[in-house]
């Protein structure tokens, strides 16, 4: 069973930005936070991942506390083409080191 | 550019039937995966090989096996299905610990 708490799910407006936090209390020490995003019918597409403090690349940032039982994903203004399923990826040192799945949140971008 | 490919998008069986869902990749990764994914439960993992031959259980198991005698190619078996194995179920791969995971594009399976 998934370790992972998102929300289930989210409503925004074309360019504005949506951040959504997923908590992670058993991350494991050396695991990364990666998240992915899926659209129906599609497989999950990789976003971004991080380890600590703050990543960004040219699609979101990943902001990350110093205790690393949390993160947000930062999706600046957002279009459209942006709903989908954002779910947010762990180890979990509960289950000794297993990849585990957040629930995912949907994300409905509204014109 | 990764690719993993799934056997078929869509597949229906009947109840007790056998059924082989294949996944193959490209890219000589080590780690291979198998979820399910339903609505409401996000994706769950049934089972992952992390070398040829390897494999372990994930979350989900019951009622699946696998198989990987080749390590582009990781084989998810339901040996007698049932209704309640209708679902998406979705291949991944990637190369080491903390590298992204790639996806297929899944395979929608209706057990009737």
């Known amino acids: 069973l998934a370790k992972t708490t998102q929300p289930i799910s989210m409503d925004s407006y074309e360019g504005q930005e949506v951040n959504i936090t997923c908590s992670h209390n058993?991350?494991?020490?050396?695991?990364?936070i990666t998240w992915y995003q899926q659209f129906p019918s599609q497989g999950p597409r990789f976003i971004i991942q991080?380890?600590?403090t703050k990543v960004t690349n040219e699609v979101a940032s990943l902001f990350i506390p110093a205790d690393r039982k949390s993160s947000t994903l930062s999706l600046p203004r957002v279009s459209l083409s942006d709903t989908a399923v954002y779910y947010c990826?762990?180890?979990?040192?509960?289950?000794?080191?297993?990849?585990?799945f957040g629930g995912g949140t949907r994300v409905l971008v509204k014109p | 550019d990764v690719k993993v490919t799934q056997s078929s998008r869509y597949l229906v069986k009947r109840t007790g039937e056998k059924v082989f869902l294949e996944c193959v990749q490209d890219m000589d990764h080590e780690n291979m995966f198998w979820y399910r994914q339903d609505p409401g439960l996000g994706l769950r993992l049934i089972y992952f090989?992390?070398?040829?031959?390897?494999?372990e259980k994930g979350d989900i198991p019951e009622g699946y096996s696998v198989s990987r005698e080749k390590k582009e190619r990781f084989s998810l078996i339901l040996e007698s299905a049932s209704t309640n194995q209708t679902s998406m179920y979705l291949c991944a791969t990637y190369r080491e610990s903390n590298q992204p995971q790639h996806f297929g594009d899944g395979t929608r399976l209706s057990i009737l």
């Open positions: 990826l762990v180890g979990d040192e509960a289950a000794g080191n297993k990849l585990t």
């Open positions: 991080g380890y600590k």
């Open positions: 058993n991350i494991a020490t050396n695991d990364y």
């Open positions: 090989s992390y070398d040829v031959k390897m494999k």
